[in-house]
């Protein structure tokens, strides 16, 4: 441990020079007005960067954080110690997502994925590019185009980029991950809840318009990490989200997407669209969408119906050589980060459609699952996107009593 901060401090003072930034702050809170030191270099002397500290602030706690402002250090973005970690409690635990901390280029998620290759069943985890820094953000087509998601850390990235530039970049990320079809994650918004019961006004407002912006999820850090109230504040951003969801435009986001989109559309694409514009067009309360990967589900909720899709994970055998196993689960976890997908992992017994009176459908299964989740009620129509041989099918059927 001793040799690895020895390591990164001699690669610190290689680095900076007078006049760079430097900021020393609560992990998760750097960045933050009263709970960072923000340093300024006046010069480096040997072992020694002799800093002006620019203003005053309160360190607490157990866990500090470096970042140094727009300062390319050569450092691995997946550590030894990262890997160690992956390779233990991550096999164990069979993780279903890998947060990328400093992405800076997509060979950063391609080594971090061929790492994953090679234990087993973590080679179906899910990468998610965490863009912290400028050097992120100049590579960001590469990394989206490389990753399985995006987090855009603004604390880090609030450090980086001027503040009057921050909102900029996080509609233009979003953007690009919605036309992609990619999560986009949004972090530090309501860091005001750490020792307070409600957000400010602005705080509530930049929840709300990450959800209008697109994004599919929100992630909370020193709120929930050493907070007075975590419990209070999931509530309130989850009450937040919802309420901004039902003024979402959808009509006009799906036309954006299918103009983006272009043509002619791949058949995936085009199945996908016209699933959701025939759900909008018939009123339906849900999309019910039969699939083994998880990939065309998450080619409908790109459109972003307004109706929930309900991902039915079709479970497929495999074999190592040495025992047999279903497939399924990791994909059916990993749509929970969609958003608007709902996913549930079908039995292998049951066939996707009824071969007779008495074999229970997967479809039927779906329906009851909606009925009981209270999204599906008699007479309500469902559109159902489903493969039947080599053909992709969307159907509507109506329910009866």
């Known amino acids: 441990m001793i040799s690895s901060l020895n390591q990164t401090f001699n690669l610190v003072l290689q680095a900076v020079k007078k006049g760079d930034t ?4 609560q992990y998760l809170f750097t960045g933050s007005e009263t709970t960072s030191v923000w340093l300024e270099v006046s010069e480096v002397k040997g072992d020694d960067v002799v800093c002006m500290i620019k203003n005053s602030a309160t360190l607490a706690g157990s866990l500090f954080t470096l970042h140094v402002s727009q300062i390319h250090i050569d450092l691995p973005t997946l550590s030894d110690k990262d890997k ?6 991550g096999v164990k635990n069979k993780i279903d997502f890998l947060s990328l901390s400093y992405t800076r280029h997509a060979e950063d998620v391609r080594q971090a994925r061929d790492h994953l290759s090679k234990l087993g069943d973590l080679q179906q985890t899910q990468i998610f590019a965490k863009i912290e820094n400028v050097e992120g953000l100049n590579h960001f087509d590469e990394i989206l185009q490389e990753a399985d998601g995006i987090i855009l850390s603004r604390g880090n990235l609030g450090i980086d980029l001027p503040p009057e530039k921050v909102f900029l970049f996080q509609k233009a990320a979003v953007y690009k991950c919605n036309m992609a079809g990619k999560p986009a994650v949004i972090t530090r918004v309501v860091d005001s809840m ?3 019961l409600r957000p400010t006004r602005a705080e509530a407002t930049d929840v709300a318009n990450a959800v209008l912006d697109g994004s599919d999820a929100i992630l909370l850090g020193a ?3 050493r907070g007075l109230y975590p419990v209070e504040t999931i509530s309130i951003v989850g009450k937040i989200c919802a309420e901004a969801e039902k003024v979402f435009n959808q009509d006009l986001y799906f036309k954006k997407t299918v103009k983006y989109v272009g043509e002619p559309m791949t058949h995936l694409e085009s199945i996908a669209s016209s699933a959701v514009r025939a759900a909008i067009k018939v009123k339906a309360s849900v999309i019910i969408c039969f699939t083994s990967s998880g990939r065309a589900a998450r080619l409908i909720a790109k459109y972003r119906p307004t109706m929930p899709v309900l991902s039915v994970v079709i479970p497929r055998l495999k074999t190592n050589q040495l025992k047999w ?4 689960a990791f994909e059916a976890r990993q749509s929970l980060i969609v958003r608007g997908l709902f996913p549930m992992l079908a039995d292998p017994r049951h066939p996707a459609e009824s071969t007779s009176a008495t074999n229970e459908s997967v479809l ?5 699952h909606g009925k009981a989740s209270g999204v599906i009620k008699s007479h309500d129509r469902v559109v159902v996107c489903q493969k039947v041989g080599d053909a992709s099918v969307v159907k509507i059927i109506e329910l009866e009593d």
């Open 223 to 225: 709120e929930t990490l």
């Open 364 to 368: 039927k299964v779906a329906l009851d």
């Open 325 to 328: 196993s279903f497939s399924g």
């Open 22 to 25: 430097i900021f020393v702050g």
């Open 194 to 196: 750490t020792d307070n």
């Open 84 to 89: 160690e970690v992956i390779s233990t409690w």
